[in-house]
């Protein structure tokens, strides 16, 4: 966090993120998103932190293939388990989350001075299905 408090990068992502309540309290001062996964989904300490977490801060990751699940190994862009997870974790629909998760990644591209992809990939894809008109934000 050093490091982020000193160069401010704009959008800022934390992988896996399981520091402290105060850690947590810092890099959300920060502005940092949080990118998490169905591991930390997980376990006690995980859902604790991801607990902690703002909702209009999460971003979902796989961490394919190192994260198992169900004894097999996670593929590039499965998230329905950590949708699931977050749902009860925020008492909401997946699609609920799922809509969230898109709002949240829809904001940090652009708060980025070159976005990673072209912004409006992310206006044509909501809860899995192709959308014409723009996410609200």
């Known amino acids: 966090l050093g490091g982020l408090r000193?160069?401010?990068?704009?959008?800022?992502?934390?992988?896996?993120?399981?520091?402290?309540?105060?850690?947590?309290?810092?890099?959300?001062?920060?502005d940092c998103y949080f990118a998490i996964n169905s591991a930390m989904l997980n376990s006690h300490r995980g859902k604790a932190v991801v607990a902690e977490l703002p909702p209009n801060r999460v971003l979902l990751e796989t961490d394919a293939p190192y994260v198992v699940h169900n004894k097999i190994p996670?593929?590039?862009?499965?998230?329905?388990?950590?949708e699931?997870?977050?749902?009860?974790?925020w008492s909401l629909t997946v699609a609920e989350v799922r809509l969230r998760v898109w709002n949240n990644l829809n904001a940090l591209a652009r708060r980025l001075p070159v976005p990673p992809f072209p912004l409006s990939l992310l206006s044509q894809h909501v809860d899995g299905q192709p959308r014409q008109s723009k996410l609200p934000l």
């Open 6 to 30: 000193e160069y401010r990068p704009p959008g800022a992502v934390l992988h896996w993120i399981l520091g402290t309540s105060k850690e947590t309290e810092q890099a959300i001062d920060l």
């Open 74 to 82: 996670l593929r590039p862009g499965d998230i329905s388990h950590a």
């Open 84 to 89: 699931r997870s977050l749902a009860r974790l």
